[in-house]
């Protein structure tokens, strides 16, 4: 029976991004910060900052004060553009 969601086949985790972190905090000598949103599962590290619904590493603070959510794009701004034939870039 196929399932009418988009998640319609289960699949493993891709854990490339976790040896991405593992290698910068042990081999990286500058500073770095990698993002990700949140996985359906809990973080295997421990993320620095938490943002939203981003998680950031990093190996240096940063204020998250600074960041501020972009403007979420609602159906009728797609539909406006539809009805105007917008095609894309």
Same mark, same amino acid.
């Given at each position: 029976?196929?399932?009418?969601?988009?998640?319609?086949?289960?699949?493993?985790?891709?854990?490339? +991004?976790?040896?991405?972190?593992? $290698? +910068?905090? !042990?081999?990286?000598?500058?500073? $770095?910060?990698?993002? !990700? @949103?949140?996985?359906?599962?809990?973080? +295997?590290?421990?993320?620095?900052? @938490?943002?939203?619904?981003?998680? $950031?590493?990093?190996?240096?603070?940063?204020?998250?004060?600074?960041?501020?959510?972009?403007?979420?794009?609602?159906?009728?701004?797609?539909?406006?553009? @539809?009805?105007?034939?917008?095609?894309?870039?």
């Amino acid at each position: 029976m196929v399932k009418a969601t988009r998640h319609s086949t289960k699949k493993y985790p891709d854990f490339s +991004l976790y040896q991405e972190i593992i $290698f +910068l905090q !042990n081999f990286f000598k500058g500073k $770095f910060v990698i993002e !990700n @949103v949140k996985p359906y599962y809990e973080p +295997l590290i421990k993320p620095t900052q @938490v943002v939203g619904r981003h998680l $950031f590493w990093s190996n240096f603070n940063f204020d998250v004060e600074n960041f501020s959510p972009p403007p979420a794009l609602g159906k009728s701004y797609l539909f406006e553009d @539809v009805e105007q034939g917008y095609e894309g870039a």
